[in-house]
């Protein structure tokens, strides 16, 4: 494509997509392929589903979401330079990464990583091995599933994981004021925090804590 913006219809229906920077692209409603999606140059759009038979990779830094994204693909990489809120059904490993703040929800069969210049909030999410996410903002919401180690990062803020979560491996958090919630057991990993909180259903392992406080 050339280096100005491109705009497609409501709906896409091919075998694979390829753009190439520079320039930007103009996508609304569904783009289905039954092979690759990738997306070199900046797309602008407003709700949008993304299916791809393939890997779907839209990383370009100019990307901007304004609406919400259902993606789907053997491997999801998504980057939004503003808010970015994503349902993701990924048979492999899913990156998402939002310039402020990012919602996050849905599957993704291996690893999810995130990363967000503000708060992070999840729907109900399945991780099929590890989770790694670095927060500039809060980190908060579930139920999340996480099959491998969990490591969450969000510097001096909020992490609270209250809902009925079920984490497999070691839990590492980095955070403000910090609850975190498992309804079998829960074995800490490395754990910096303000304050701790912890609920846990089963056998409790505690790990390496540097926190001022423990409930």
Do not use: H, K, R, Y
């Amino acid at each position: 494509n050339s280096n100005v913006l491109e705009s497609f219809g409501s709906t896409i229906n091919v075998a694979s997509i390829t753009t190439d920077a520079p320039g930007s692209v103009s996508l609304g409603g569904t783009v289905t392929t039954t092979g690759n999606q990738t997306f070199n140059d900046a797309i602008v759009a407003g709700a949008i589903t993304l299916n791809a038979g393939g890997t779907l990779t839209a990383t370009n830094v100019g990307n901007d979401f304004t609406g919400a994204v259902n993606a789907s693909g053997s491997s999801i990489s998504i980057v939004d330079v503003n808010a970015l809120t994503a349902s993701v059904n990924s048979t492999g490993a899913t990156s998402l990464a939002a310039g402020t703040t990012l919602g996050v929800s849905g599957a993704t069969g291996t690893t999810l990583t995130t990363s967000s210049g503000g708060a992070t909030t999840f729907g109900a999410t399945s991780v099929g091995s590890n989770l790694s996410v670095t927060s500039g903002g809060t980190v908060s919401g579930g139920a999340l599933d996480v099959g491998g180690t969990t490591t969450i990062n969000a510097g001096a803020n909020a992490i609270t994981l209250n809902a009925a979560n079920d984490f497999t491996g070691a839990v590492s958090l980095t955070g403000g004021t910090t609850l975190v919630n498992d309804v079998t057991d829960l074995t800490l990993g490395t754990v910096n925090a303000t304050a701790l909180t912890v609920i846990s259903n089963g056998a409790l392992n505690l790990g390496t804590l540097n926190a001022t406080s423990l409930t």
